[in-house]
């Protein structure tokens, strides 16, 4: 167990649907970054949350956003879901701003567009 | 640009070592990052080198040369249960790029 924490497990949703992942940090961790893991790809980093401040954007499309509240949990918001939307959402944190500490990575979130 | 190459797959047979490579080009280089990853869960942590050499911990090994973009993951006296994939990503400026990862097939 990582000490990260991702609701819901798994989501099934339609196209053109909204949906909102929702993540918790270690205890500690200030850091909290998204990533896009599909069916063939690597891991696709999305966008990189700071103490509640944005730190650093990916391949985040327009269509997602997110945000990191003051106690410090993040929620990933994905509109006007497309099928390759699908894949699996893994939320990270580390201690850190600076990309030299490990990430913990919560279980991830399987989100289904249909 | 960021690349970053590590081979698909590679099959190995428990007790033996197999060694995974990986090649990167990256802007404002803060280290490589070594996560095992089984299907369908999260990636977890294995190894970080910032320095040239190799790093030791347990059946896990990781190398680093930063003059050549080039690292590798050594897994000695394989188990079963180190079937999963290995994924490379590097440390940037702000950011961690991942490669897709290295498929590792554990026969008995």
């Known amino acids: 167990d990582s000490g990260v924490t991702q609701t819901p497990k798994h989501l099934i949703t339609a196209t053109g649907q909204r949906v909102t992942l929702r993540c918790s940090p270690r205890?500690?961790?200030?850091?909290v970054y998204w990533y896009q893991q599909s069916l063939d790809q690597g891991l696709q980093f999305l966008i990189q949350y700071y103490n509640g401040e944005e730190r650093a954007k990916g391949n985040i499309l327009e269509r997602f956003s997110a945000q990191q509240f003051p106690d410090l949990h993040s929620e990933l918001n994905l509109s006007s879901l497309e099928l390759g939307d699908s894949a699996l959402y893994f939320c990270a944190s580390s201690i850190s701003q600076e990309p030299t500490y490990e990430q913990y990575f919560g279980p991830g979130t399987r989100l289904t567009v249909t | 640009g960021q690349n970053i190459d590590q081979p698909t797959e590679m099959t190995a047979t428990e007790g033996a070592i197999v060694q995974i490579n990986c090649t990167y080009q990256?802007?404002?280089?803060?280290?490589l990052f070594w996560y095992q990853q089984h299907a369908g869960e999260a990636p977890t942590f294995l190894s970080y080198n910032v320095l040239d050499g190799l790093e030791e911990k347990g059946r896990f090994s990781s190398f680093l040369s930063r003059s050549k973009g080039y690292s590798y993951l050594l897994l000695k006296e394989l188990q079963m249960k180190d079937s999963a994939s290995y994924l490379c990503a590097t440390s940037g400026t702000y950011k961690y790029i991942f490669g897709t990862g290295t498929r590792l097939k554990v026969l008995a």
């Open positions: 990256t802007s404002g280089f803060n280290g």
């Open positions: 205890s500690g961790d200030l850091s």
